[in-house]
């Protein structure tokens, strides 16, 4: 999966969920921290 406008990553963990790659593109670098964050805790 591609999600470019990828906010706090909620793509990401449904991919994962879905045993699917994604790749994030997140402008925000706050978001894009939280979304590092977020898939550490799941991984
Ligand atoms: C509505 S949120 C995305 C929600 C996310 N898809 C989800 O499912 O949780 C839109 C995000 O796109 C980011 N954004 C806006 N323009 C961007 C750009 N040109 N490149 C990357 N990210 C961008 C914003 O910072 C914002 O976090």
Same mark, same amino acid.
Not at 10 to 39: K, S
């Given at each position: 999966?591609?999600?470019?406008?990828?906010?706090?990553?909620? /793509?990401?963990?449904?991919?994962?969920?879905?045993?699917?790659?994604? /790749?994030?593109?997140?402008?925000?670098?706050?978001?894009?921290?939280?979304?590092?964050?977020?898939?550490?805790?799941?991984?």
């Amino acid at each position: 999966m591609l999600d470019p406008f990828a906010g706090a990553g909620t /793509t990401g963990l449904i991919a994962e969920q879905m045993g699917r790659d994604a /790749t994030l593109i997140e402008l925000n670098a706050d978001y894009a921290e939280m979304a590092r964050v977020r898939l550490a805790s799941t991984s």
